[in-house]
């Protein structure tokens, strides 16, 4: 699973090819800078067999289809490759099994939960059946996706009282209660661009790719490497993207040619 991160191209502050040359001041150090200010990494987000069909408790449709196209991506040469799960406890919050009639309905129920570190923070939640488990074959990542090919794998929504879609942290901000990890590893790494793709488009991905753009990184949501669970909700996804300057890119986008 451990491979080196990313790929050493700069020597002593020059590309390789010029170290030996006469070229300009200005070639040596102005195309090296160009280069190095260009560090990507791919996030992709919870493709879990709970997520997909056919037997996933929360199977998103056509979830499985898109492992093709994410192993493509992780032949890549991104810096850093991070594969995130989602991961629960048995009596995690999100779950409507873990609420009392008539409120518990999956996908219907609505809750109301406040911050435990700041009760007066409170965040609306919808119910889910329950999913992705500890310790069960639900939480485990699809074997189609492979995984020797990951740098790192970064489990969330670990505290049973948050809700937590996002890779990098649960909602709350005043302050926050549960963070993955994935924040200090992306800036330690010194990356600048991160790309998204997994499940859910309209969940997973979506919270995921707006904090990373609050993280301060270039961020962009590859299109065709997601699936949502409600569809008709993409127009307001993209919508909140717009507003974030987050960018949804296709494969063959240009950014994606390097």
Same mark, same amino acid.
């Given at each position: ?46 493709? $879990? !067999?709970?997520?997909?069909? #056919? ?7 056509? *979830?499985?289809?898109?492992? +093709?196209? &994410? ?51 409170? $965040? !609306?939640?919808?119910?889910? #059946? ?7 074959? *639900?939480?485990?990542?699809? +074997?189609? &996706? ?113």
């Amino acid at each position: 699973m451990s491979q080196p991160i990313g790929g050493n191209t700069l020597r002593n502050g020059c590309l390789a090819i010029c170290t030996s040359c006469n070229a300009s001041t200005a070639l040596r150090t102005c195309l090296p800078a160009a280069m190095s200010s260009f560090k990507p990494a791919l996030v992709i987000v919870d493709v $879990q !067999e709970d997520f997909c069909p #056919p037997n996933g408790s929360l199977a998103v449709q056509g *979830g499985r289809d898109i492992v +093709p196209l &994410l192993n493509e991506l992780l032949d890549r040469p991104f810096a850093i490759k991070v594969a995130t799960k989602d991961f629960h406890p048995q009596d995690h919050v999100s779950f409507a099994s873990n609420h009392d009639a008539p409120n518990n309905k999956p996908f219907e129920s609505m809750i109301t939960i406040a911050n435990p570190l700041n009760p007066s923070e409170t $965040q !609306e939640t919808r119910l889910w #059946p329950d999913h992705c488990i500890q310790g069960t074959k *639900g939480a485990e990542l699809l +074997p189609e &996706l492979d995984v020797t090919k990951v740098h790192e794998i970064v489990e969330k929504g670990q505290d049973t009282r948050v809700e937590m879609y996002s890779a990098f942290a649960d909602p709350f901000k005043r302050p926050c209660v549960s963070r993955s990890g994935l924040a200090k590893l992306l800036h330690d790494a010194e990356i600048t661009d991160v790309f998204v793709a997994g499940l859910a488009a309209d969940y997973c991905v979506r919270y995921t790719a707006l904090d990373a753009a609050k993280e301060g990184f270039k961020t962009r949501v590859i299109g065709e490497a997601t699936r949502a669970v409600d569809p008709s909700s993409m127009d307001a996804v993209l919508k909140e993207y717009d507003e974030a300057g987050v960018t949804v890119v296709e494969k063959d986008d240009g950014s994606l040619s390097w």
